[in-house]
Each structure stands twice: as structure tokens, then as C-alpha cells.
């Protein structure tokens, strides 16, 4: 039985979804009402930010796959559409799984 690919599979209904962390594997869910920043923070993640509003460029993180899903104001339309890094202070995903490079 193939188990499917998350991070090709879109966000769940609730818009709810997960981070992988690529170094250690860890898998980490991110409810609708809080951000990648603090689901890793509430996971003992050291992660740099300032504005919280996506706006400084602070937290930027490489995405390793998954879609991200950009709420910030720092990126390019075409830094966003490459979807290679992702501000996690306020963005989301628009897939069940995205794989940070951190």
C-alpha cells in the first residue's frame, strides 16, 4: 500500500496541516489558529524573528517541498511563486505537509 505524499496533497479542511523539519524529521501539526513560528517555538525551536508580521524578513526559512502559502509582505511575487522559503511567522501552507530545510 503507497502511503500518500503530503506534501503533495492539499491543506485539510479544518486548515490545520504539518511541518517537517528536514534535519531531524520531526513532525510537528499547526492548527488553524497558530503560526509555524509558534508551534515551533512551543516545540523548543529556536527560531529568529522581530516583527511577527511578515513584513522584516527576519524568520525566512528554506522549504525543502510542500507549497507554502505566503502571507508576507517581504517577499517578491516571484520569490513567492519559486515557494523555496517561507516566512513563518505568519504564513501558512497550501499543502497536508510542508518540509522545512532547518
Request: net charge negative.
Amino acid at each position: 500500500m503507497n502511503t500518500p505524499d503530503l506534501t503533495q496533497q492539499p491543506i485539510a479542511e479544518d486548515g490545520s496541516f504539518e511541518v517537517q523539519l528536514q534535519k531531524s524529521g520531526q513532525v510537528l501539526f499547526v492548527p488553524k489558529d497558530q503560526s509555524i513560528l509558534k508551534v515551533l517555538q512551543d516545540a523548543g525551536h529556536d527560531v529568529l524573528f522581530s516583527c511577527a508580521e511578515g513584513v522584516c524578513g527576519t524568520c525566512i526559512t528554506p522549504v525543502v517541498a510542500g507549497q507554502p502559502d505566503h502571507w508576507d509582505m517581504y517577499l517578491t511575487p516571484q520569490e513567492q511563486e519559486k515557494g523555496d522559503c517561507v516566512m513563518v511567522c505568519c504564513s501558512r501552507s497550501q499543502t497536508a505537509r510542508l518540509v522545512l530545510g532547518i
